[in-house]
């Protein structure tokens, strides 16, 4: 198959820099963003297409970077992506929605890769993403060009859904490691103890993660919070992994709790909360707060 034009829908905090380095390989671009002026910015900026939904499913390849399945399964209907096409949907999506629509495209001649992504906002912005891929690794092959222009690792990982597993049960992963750093920043603090001074320890020693070394500091201890990955989405994701242990009886009694805590604080946080805000539940129910002194 010859790449001769590619599609981005969602031009989101991810979508928006992702589809930015198509144009390094390709000259025809076409993105697509429910809010019109969006597409339109993004072609001024990287002399993108801003083009009809309808159009943008008529591309070689189309990518989708969304906030839910739902959405996506929305979006395809309405686009109508021409045979012999390659949609890869990097939304952090449901396992079983996948499923359905590699089904469904493959009756019209058109194959569905769930593609998700991981690295944040930076990664996507230095291109350098790791993509994890559910479906055909023949088509992923033929994918392939496309998707490394925004990617440091594509990884195939089993069937159709497989992607969107493995995203799922990394998102939930890093909001456990997450809130148990916050649990042991609130232990730590209501001892008197300097939190930026036990970081550092933290960081130089086996208790270290991700999220002590590029999250804590900067956004919590910060009182930053910026908004990256939305909580309200975290908490999604990390009940996707749940309800995958729900469909084979997998008895994760950590992860369960993790989900339930996220879930709670998305549910009493503001609506517009970045994850690392999650650490906020807890300093409420401690009556404290971690900042750097």
């Not at 309808?54 to 070689?60: I, M």
């Not at 001649?109 to 769930?114: A, F, H, M, S, W």
């Not at 036990?198 to 908004?227: D, Y």
Request: glycine share 6%; charged share 15%; proline share 3%.
């Amino acid at each position: 198959m010859t790449i001769k034009s590619v599609a981005f829908i969602g031009l989101g905090a991810m979508g928006w820099h992702m589809a930015s380095h198509l144009t390094k390989v390709y000259t025809d671009v076409r993105v697509w963003n429910r809010t019109a002026s969006k597409a339109k910015e993004h072609a001024r900026v990287f002399a993108t297409q801003a083009t009809s939904l309808k159009e943008a499913g008529q591309a070689d390849i189309i990518f989708s970077c969304l906030p839910t399945s739902k959405q996506v399964e929305e979006i395809i209907q309405e686009a109508q992506p021409k045979t012999g096409s390659i949609w890869v949907d990097c939304t952090s999506g449901e396992p079983q929605s996948a499923q359905r629509l590699q089904q469904q495209l493959k009756e019209q001649g058109v194959t569905y890769l769930d593609a998700p992504v991981s690295g944040q906002t930076i990664g996507a912005e230095k291109g350098t993403l790791t993509v994890m891929v559910g479906g055909d690794p023949n088509m992923l092959e033929q994918a392939n060009p496309a998707i490394q222009t925004f990617a440091g690792l594509i990884q195939h990982v089993g069937e159709s859904g497989s992607g969107f597993a493995v995203k799922a049960v990394n998102n939930i992963l890093m909001a456990a490691n997450l809130w148990a750093l916050a649990e042991g920043m609130c232990n730590l603090k209501s001892q008197g103890v300097e939190l930026d001074a036990a970081l550092k320890c933290i960081n130089a020693s086996s208790g270290q993660s991700n999220m002590s070394h590029h999250i804590f500091a900067q956004r919590v201890l910060s009182r930053e919070f910026p908004l990256t990955f939305a909580l309200n989405l975290l908490a999604k994701d990390a009940t996707i992994a749940t309800q995958l242990a729900g469909t084979t009886q997998t008895i994760m009694p950590v992860l369960q709790l993790t989900q339930q805590l996220y879930r709670s604080a998305s549910n009493n946080l503001p609506s517009e909360s970045d994850f690392s805000s999650v650490v906020q539940q807890l300093e409420q129910w401690n009556n404290l707060t971690l900042q750097s002194a």
